[in-house]
C-alpha cells in the first residue's frame, strides 16, 4: 500500500548554545578593536611605533568597521549593533567631511594663486613631466622637497626656468633638499632647519593686488621606525602659525601626515585650512605612487592655507620617478588694501 502522506522537509538545526556563545565574542572583540582605534583617532592618542603608522590607514578602518555592524544587525545581537553603530558614526565624523565640498562657504573674490607640490624622491623626479604639469596647469607656485643639485639641474635643463624664473633653493644631498619656485617675484627668507636635519625653504611672494603671501616647501622628518616619532612630532609642531592680520600663510609639502594625526590637526588649529578638504578631496591618497610599494595609499601631500584664503580646486597628479603625487590648488587670496 502506497501512503499519501506528504514528507515534511526536515528543519535545519538549531544552532547550539556554544556556537552563538563563539559568534557573540566574536562581535564583542571586533566591536572592540575598531572602538579602540576610533578613540585613538578621536582623543588623538596615536603615540609611538606603530599606532602613528597605523592611524593614517583610519579611513580603511572606517569602511571595515561596518562589517561587525553588518553582522550584528544579521544576527540579531542588539548590543553588539548597538555599540557597532557608535563606533561607525564616530569614524564618520572624522573621516566623511573631507568627501564633502565646504561649497556653502563660499569662495572670496581676489586675486587667483596656482600652486603645485611635488616630492621629487632624492632629486629623481620626471623633470619634463613636472614641468609639462606646471604649464599645462598655469602653476604660480612650486614647491619642492628632497631636492637635490642633481634635481635643481635637471629641472632647469626640462626648462622650469622658464616657466618659474623666481627661485628660492637649498639643494641638498639625500632627503634635506627644499626649493620654491614662482612666476611672481620672490623673497629668499631662508631655510628652516630642524634638529631632524630635516629643512624647508622660505619665501615671500608678491601677487599683483594680493597681500604678500608667506610660503614654506614643507618637510618634516618622517615617522619611518620607532626611533623617528618623535622628530616627526617636533617637526610638525615647529611650524609657523598663520598671521591674520600680516601676510597670507602658506605651508605646501609632503607633512607626512594625514588629517588623521593628531599632530597635524595641531598645526591646523595655528590657523590653516586644508585645500583638499575645503574642496571635498581629502580623500584623495597622495602616496605611496611607486611600483615597489604595495600597501593601500595615505593623504600625507598636502597645500594648507591661511583661513582668509578660498579654494576653487585641487587636484592630484602622477609623476613618475617619485612614490608621492603632485598635489596642485587653485587658490583665491585676499585683496591688498587700497
Not at 591661511?306 to 598635489?327: N, Q
Request: net charge negative; hydrophobic share 45%; proline share 7%.
Amino acid at each position: 500500500m502506497v501512503s499519501t502522506e506528504e514528507t515534511l522537509p526536515l528543519a535545519a538545526p538549531a544552532a547550539t548554545p556554544g556556537r552563538r556563545r563563539w559568534l557573540t565574542v566574536l562581535l564583542w572583540l571586533l566591536v572592540a578593536a575598531f572602538a579602540v582605534w576610533a578613540a585613538a583617532r578621536v582623543f588623538g592618542l596615536e603615540s609611538g611605533f606603530p599606532t602613528v603608522q597605523l592611524i593614517a590607514f583610519t579611513p580603511y578602518a572606517a569602511v571595515l568597521s561596518l562589517a561587525p555592524l553588518v553582522l550584528a544587525v544579521l544576527t540579531k545581537r542588539v548590543w553588539p549593533a548597538v555599540a557597532a553603530a557608535v563606533v561607525t558614526v564616530a569614524f564618520a565624523a572624522c573621516v566623511l567631511p573631507r568627501w564633502i565640498s565646504d561649497s556653502d562657504a563660499g569662495v572670496p573674490d581676489g586675486p587667483t594663486l596656482r600652486v603645485m607640490s611635488v616630492n621629487m624622491l632624492i632629486g629623481g623626479a620626471d623633470p619634463g613631466q613636472i614641468v609639462s604639469l606646471v604649464r599645462s596647469g598655469a602653476v604660480d607656485l612650486l614647491a619642492v622637497q628632497e631636492y637635490t643639485d642633481e634635481g635643481r639641474t635637471a629641472l632647469h635643463q626640462a626648462g622650469l626656468d622658464d616657466a618659474l624664473p623666481n627661485v628660492v633653493a637649498y639643494p641638498r644631498p639625500g632627503v634635506t633638499g627644499s626649493a620654491v619656485y614662482s612666476r611672481f617675484p620672490l623673497t629668499d627668507k631662508g631655510y628652516r632647519r630642524f634638529a631632524s636635519d630635516f629643512g624647508q625653504a622660505q619665501a615671500t611672494v608678491r601677487v599683483p593686488g594680493a597681500l604678500e603671501v608667506y610660503v614654506e616647501s614643507v618637510h618634516p622628518c618622517a615617522p619611518s621606525d620607532g626611533d623617528r616619532d618623535t622628530c616627526w612630532v617636533t617637526d610638525l609642531a615647529a611650524q609657523p602659525a598663520a598671521t591674520p592680520d600680516g601676510p597670507v600663510n602658506l605651508l605646501i609639502g609632503d607633512f607626512n601626515a594625514t588629517l588623521d594625526h593628531a599632530a597635524l590637526r595641531h598645526v591646523l588649529a595655528k590657523g590653516y585650512h586644508d585645500a583638499a578638504d575645503v574642496a571635498g578631496a581629502g580623500l584623495t591618497t597622495s602616496w605611496p605612487y611607486d611600483e615597489r610599494w604595495y600597501i593601500p595609499g595615505v593623504t600625507i601631500d598636502h597645500v594648507l592655507t591661511d583661513e582668509r584664503v578660498g579654494v576653487r580646486k585641487v587636484a592630484i597628479h602622477r609623476v613618475v620617478g617619485t612614490d608621492h603625487k603632485a598635489v596642485f590648488a587653485e587658490l583665491v587670496l585676499p585683496k591688498a588694501d587700497g
